[in-house]
């Protein structure tokens, strides 16, 4: 098991060491969640399995053992069987509500990078339309920033093109 140094952890998982590990990044601490409620969804579906098999085994019993499980054995293994199932269940909403909690802090980070632009974009536009008042253009208001732009350009080439003239004859 590799971990860098922003705590990402690459190559053969070893969860006897994923305790150990102190991610610094938000990425980090999300993949190592992530790779603890693996290894213990895993962890549960072997012990599920192992029940399951011994439940089954204690059922069957067709060596005639003396030993043979009791119906009590078999309801304490049929118990555990369902607790594990509960456990799962547990683990995989808990999943659920983090991949949507992480959906709804994508969103609202996108909405505020969305809010800036549409801020900063309004502001570049009232700025140009001023500029292009000043200038003399009359300004129609369907015009994005690419033809205010130009129009503001062309205006102010036009105005000191017009007073270089003026100069020289003066």
């Given amino acids: 098991m590799f971990v860098s140094q922003d ?4 190559g053969s998982v070893d ?15 999300a ?7 693996e290894a213990e969804a895993g ?33 304490r293994l049929e118990a555990r069987v369902q607790q594990l199932k509960e456990r799962r269940t547990v683990l995989q909403q808990a999943d659920d509500g983090q991949a949507d909690s992480e959906r709804q802090q994508r ?3 996108q909405r505020r990078a ?12 009232a700025d140009l339309q001023r500029r292009a008042e000043a200038a003399g253009v009359t300004v129609d208001k369907r ?12 205006a102010e080439q ?7 003239r003026q100069q020289s004859r003066g």
């Fill in 143 to 154: 015009w994005g920033s690419d033809r205010l732009r130009q129009e503001v350009e062309q």
């Fill in 15 to 29: 969860q006897s060491r994923l305790s150990e590990v102190d991610p610094k990044t938000d990425e980090a601490k």
């Fill in 114 to 125: 969305d809010a800036a632009a549409s801020t900063s974009t309004s502001a570049e536009d």
């Fill in 7 to 10: 705590g990402t952890v690459t």
């Fill in 31 to 37: 993949q190592l969640d992530t790779l603890r409620r």
């Fill in 43 to 75: 962890r549960l579906q072997a012990e599920d399995d192992a029940a399951r098999l011994a439940a089954a085994s204690a059922a069957q019993d067709p060596t005639g053992d003396p030993v043979a499980a009791t119906d009590a054995e078999i309801e």
């Fill in 107 to 109: 969103d609202a980070d």
């Fill in 158 to 164: 036009a105005k000191a093109a017009s007073s270089g």
